[in-house]
């Protein structure tokens, strides 16, 4: 049983394909991808601003003439899919050029291409043996699996991020109103000492 495990494994891992990354885009700042997509092969996008200012980018897409397939603006998270009409380059462009001083953290999913099948008797009239059905419910399930910690990643890095600058607020909360108290309580201690201050000075001038 653990020998059909580690196979499925190293099935799925061999079929698998596409881009998934993670990128710093600085402010006033475009990155761009690049692929080479043949004429009609389906290509997904999927991307999701983790961390940064108001969690915003701007996302457009080009066919190799340059023509607009795609174009938003300040989105935290989208999904795209097109079927090429052309072979040539596709060009995935993200931008921060509206924010001045913040950057952001991008996930990006990009994924091309039908997926090959598991097993090559797959497309065939022969029936699947029990260890070749058992790979592909495995290779199934192992598919939701990482969809699902991918889902948990990115949500829990947007949570940590959130959290730091929450952290971070308090902290200089904490710092202004400790500052503040301080100031106040040397005017009052000031204040007092002026008053008795005043009262000495009556006091010697009257005698």
Same mark, same amino acid.
């Given at each position: 049983?653990? /020998? ?10 061999? %079929?698998? =394909? #596409?881009? *998934? ?58 999904? /795209? ?10 060009? %995935?462009? =993200? #931008?921060? *050029? ?110």
């Amino acid at each position: 049983m653990l /020998f059909l495990g580690l196979s499925c494994l190293l099935l799925h891992v061999f %079929v698998a =394909f #596409g881009t *998934e990354l993670t990128f710093e885009l600085s402010d006033n700042e475009k990155q761009c991808f690049y692929e080479d997509i043949q004429k009609d092969v389906k290509f997904e996008m999927d991307f999701q601003v983790i961390a940064g200012g108001n969690y915003d980018v701007d996302c457009f897409v080009t066919d190799p003439q340059n023509n607009v397939l795609y174009n938003e603006k300040k989105k935290q998270y989208d999904s /795209f899919s097109h079927t090429a009409t052309m072979s040539g380059v596709y060009k %995935v462009c =993200f #931008g921060n *050029e509206f924010s001045t001083y913040t950057h952001k953290t991008v996930y990006l999913d990009f994924r091309h291409g039908d997926e090959k099948p598991l097993i090559e008797t797959m497309g065939g009239t022969s029936p699947l043996t029990q260890m070749e059905s058992s790979c592909v419910s495995i290779h199934e399930v192992l598919k939701v699996v990482a969809d699902s910690q991918t889902w948990y990643r990115l949500r829990e890095a947007h949570d940590r991020t959130s959290a730091e600058h929450l952290h971070l607020r308090v902290t200089y909360w904490s710092i202004g109103e400790t500052v503040l108290l301080f100031v106040i309580g040397v005017g009052q201690v000031m204040m007092l000492r002026s008053f008795f201050s005043e009262k000495k000075g009556s006091v010697a001038a009257t005698t």
